[in-house]
Nanobody
Framework: QVHLVESGGGLVQPGGSLRLSCAASGLVFSFGATGWYRQAPGKQRELVATITSAGRTNYADSVKGRFTISRDNAKNTVALQMNSLKPEDTAVYYC?????????WGQGTQVTVSS
C-alpha cells in the first residue's frame, strides 16, 4: 500500500526558510522520479521541482535559485529546502510520484509566508 506524507509546513516571514519533507511507504523514491507541487488559493496546481531516479533536478523559474529538492535514499524521503521565501510562495505543497501509470499524492502541507 503506497502512502506519501508531507511535513514541515508552517508560517514564516518573508525572507525566511522552511524545509519540507515527503516520506514514502510502499515504494522506493530512488526507483523513479518525484516532484513537489503547490496550489495557492484561487490558482491551479503547479510543478515546483523534480528529482529523477538518477538524481537530476529541475525547478520552476519562480523558485530557481531559492529552492532545492533532494533525496535521502537511506531514509526514503524527498525534501524541499525553501529559502528567501516570498508571500507568493504561500500554498499547499504536495509531493507526487508515479509508478506504472498510477499517480500517488500526499495529503499536502500548508506553507504561509506573511509579515
Amino acid at each position: 500500500q503506497v502512502h506519501l506524507v508531507e511535513s514541515g509546513g508552517g508560517l514564516v516571514q518573508p525572507g525566511g526558510s522552511l524545509r519540507l519533507s515527503c516520506a514514502a511507504s510502499g515504494l522506493v523514491f530512488s526507483f523513479g522520479a518525484t516532484g513537489w507541487y503547490r496550489q495557492a488559493p484561487g490558482k491551479q496546481r503547479e510543478l515546483v521541482a523534480t528529482i529523477t531516479s538518477a538524481g537530476r533536478t529541475n525547478y520552476a523559474d519562480s523558485v530557481k535559485g531559492r529552492f532545492t529538492i533532494s533525496r535521502d535514499n537511506a531514509k526514503n524521503t524527498v525534501a524541499l529546502q525553501m529559502n528567501s521565501l516570498k508571500p507568493e510562495d504561500t500554498a499547499v505543497y504536495y509531493c507526487n510520484t508515479e509508478r506504472r501509470g498510477t499517480s500517488y499524492w500526499g495529503q499536502g502541507t500548508q506553507v504561509t509566508v506573511s509579515s
